[in-house]
């Protein structure tokens, strides 16, 4: 099985269910630890709908917006949020207490699912 290239591993985590990724288009959201001061999210892609084959997409562009603890009225962007290879890991780091993040993910090509999974420390 190919590892996912989300590195997470020493962080407490928490994670959206398997999605399908119709016509190479799929919108993740998933409310997380406000308390949690730098945040980190990523996407794990699959060919299956069960989620035990983890792949990377050959094309496709992912876009990441949060909503801040300060300002939850609305998704905004995060620096270098916007990520347009994804052959190579899909995850971003910001700094805020953030109440949700939300991926947006556009024509992923060479995965048929996904999952957002998000982790944060306090320091």
Known sequence: ??????????FEKKQTLVNEISGGA????LDIDHSRVHN???VVFYSDA??????????GTATYEVKLVVQPQA???????VLTDLTVPCQINWAGNTEAVQVT???VVGAT????????NSA
């Open 105 to 107: 993910l556009d024509s």
């Open 26 to 29: 799929l919108v993740l959201e």
């Open 75 to 81: 998704f905004q962007s995060t620096p270098n949020n």
């Open 40 to 42: 980190f999210a990523g």
């Open 113 to 120: 699912h996904a999952r957002l999974i998000t982790a944060g």
């Open 50 to 59: 069960e989620g035990t084959t983890a792949v990377q997409p050959s094309a």
């Open 1 to 10: 099985m190919t590892k996912p290239h989300i590195y997470f591993n020493r």
